[in-house]
């Protein structure tokens, strides 16, 4: 792909909400200050994210069929380096399946006749898959949600390219807060103190960093491969603080002539949901209180903190794939008991069940 020039890169960009802007990265780079004014800091925001959708967001109308191999590692795990293999398979926007392959785990998801579908060997998603599933989908980083604020729009510094980067907060993931010896129900929503990072190449556009806020893993994304008008990074990779856990290299991302439309229905045994793109939001109705005698032990010896999971909310109502992003000992063991129990009112769509991904931060207090 034709990288494009400093001084060609004004263009209109359509951002979230219908309104048009006009952003001319050239005299950003040129006569912008490194800290940008707040009156423009969320449009240039918005722009940026905007022109970054564009170039690297596959599943869009005008990419057309094809396909995108990847090969993916596994690092830092007890029994060593895991290796596997991922697909994406495209006839179109609303007919797609991606699926990922290593030694005793396998998962296809995908997009059919206005349904999503699901189908793996294992009953609860290991937090290591859901990684994979975060990097390999830029456009899950470059959706904020409709009240998100741009904070914050500076130049950084990545791999020896001067970014632009922007701090947005909230962002679009659902969020829960409890506290331990609380009997209330918490609300499940968007947490208003939950903030991302985007640090973008000046040149092209493209998505470089994602990095959260709440201890949450940080995407890196270096190289590119490309496919007409669109580009996808050649290299990705998932970091738990400073220790890389997923490394992702594309082999091969190419036009798919003529694909069967049959070939993207869920297989036999496939769990399947309309999809909505804001279905209704989760609900806690039923909940176990923290095991007592844990609490009391845990406050005699001044233990405290917070315990942050990722969890599915099933469309049971109950909570699959609980996975532990920040380990608090003792305090994780005792809230994926807790939790394992608790029963929600699932998020809907036009009224029918679905599945939907939360975090949950369960905090022990002082």
């Known amino acids: 792909m034709k990288r494009l020039s400093r001084f060609t890169m004004c263009r209109s960009l359509t951002a979230f909400g219908g309104r048009g802007i006009v952003l001319c990265l050239a005299a950003v780079l040129f006569g912008a200050p490194r800290v940008f004014a707040a009156e423009d800091q969320q449009q240039k925001g918005v722009a940026l994210i905007t022109r970054a959708a564009q170039l690297q967001n596959l599943l869009a109308p005008d990419t057309g069929p094809f396909h995108l191999r990847a090969h993916v590692k596994l690092l830092g795990l007890v029994d060593g380096t895991r290796e596997g293999d991922y697909l994406l398979m495209a006839a179109s926007q609303a ?17 059919h006749e206005g349904q999503a579908w699901r189908k793996r060997n294992v009953i609860d998603k290991p937090f290591r898959f859901h990684e994979v599933a975060q990097l390999l989908n830029l456009a899950r980083h470059l959706r904020l949600s409709a009240s998100a ?19 947005a907060s909230p962002t679009r993931d659902l969020w829960q807060k409890d506290t331990a010896g609380r009997a209330a129900i918490s609300p499940v929503g968007i947490n208003k103190d939950s903030q991302v990072t985007l640090c973008f190449d000046p040149d092209t556009g493209a998505l470089l960093s994602a990095l959260y806020s709440n201890s949450l893993p940080r995407f890196e994304y270096e190289g590119q491969v490309t496919l007409g008008n669109k580009a996808f990074p050649k290299t990705l990779r998932c970091y738990e603080g400073n220790e ?18 049959a070939g993207f229905a869920p297989p036999a045994g496939a769990d399947k949901w309309p999809y909505c793109e804001t279905p209704e939001t989760p609900k806690l109705v039923e909940k176990r209180k923290m095991n007592e005698r844990l609490l009391a032990s845990a406050k005699a010896r001044r233990q405290y903190g917070t315990v942050i999971c990722l969890a599915e909310i099933g469309t049971d109502g109950f909570v699959h794939d609980l996975a532990v992003v920040q380990w608090r000992g ?14 929600y009112t699932p998020a809907s769509c036009n009224g029918v069940p679905v599945p939907s991904e939360i975090y949950l931060a369960y905090t022990f207090p002082p």
Request: charged share 30%.
């Open 95 to 111: 007919q797609w399946f991606e699926q990922t392959r290593f030694p005793g785990y396998s998962e296809l998801t995908g997009f």
């Open 149 to 167: 604020e741009i904070k914050k729009l500076t130049q950084k510094d990545i791999r020896g390219v001067k970014a632009f980067c922007i701090e």
């Open 244 to 261: 890389l856990v997923v490394e992702a290299t594309v082999q091969e991302l190419a036009k798919e002539e003529a694909p069967d439309p």
């Open 330 to 343: 003792m305090f994780s063991l005792a809230v994926k008991e807790a939790v394992s129990v608790w029963r």
